[in-house]
């Protein structure tokens, strides 16, 4: 396969507790836990666009550019259609990703999701 440079997800497994809290995010599959640790199984999975690192209470993830494999599109609907997906909330009010858009905050020391409708008031108070 060819080789391409790309950004894509990096774990330090010596800062990696296992929580699992990076797999949610990652919506296209490419993170799981092994051996209780966060890996990136197959980096043609990887869109590098680092949804993940927000939500990692220890800061185990960045995003490297390094060469790699291309970003497969056909690889992750592959994965998709064999995946049970589970569905974030906001960490205030309860809504799902389904019903407003979520984002990924650090709150009193924990990596949580945050919607659209709570954000304002934990910026402004």
């Known amino acids: 396969m060819e080789k391409v440079v790309r950004k894509i997800v990096k774990i330090n497994?010596?800062?990696c507790t296992g929580c699992g809290k990076c797999v949610t995010p990652c919506v296209e599959g490419?993170?799981?836990i092994v051996n209780g640790k966060a890996k990136v199984l197959?980096?043609?999975?990887c869109d590098g666009a680092g949804f993940?690192?927000?939500v990692c209470p220890t800061g185990a993830l960045t995003i490297e550019e390094?060469?790699?494999v291309p970003f497969s599109h056909e690889a992750v609907e592959k994965v998709r259609a064999h995946r049970e997906v589970e569905e974030?909330?906001?960490h205030f009010c309860g809504n799902s990703e389904?019903?407003?858009a979520l984002f990924p905050i650090r709150y009193k020391g924990d990596s949580v999701w945050a919607c659209a409708q709570c954000l304002p008031?934990?910026?402004h108070g």
């Open 66 to 68: 390094r060469e790699t």
């Open 98 to 100: 389904y019903d407003k």
């Open 13 to 15: 497994e010596e800062l």
């Open 52 to 54: 993940c690192l927000a």
């Open 88 to 90: 974030i909330f906001c």
């Open 42 to 45: 197959r980096e043609e999975l």
């Open 121 to 123: 008031r934990l910026i």
């Open 30 to 32: 490419a993170i799981e």
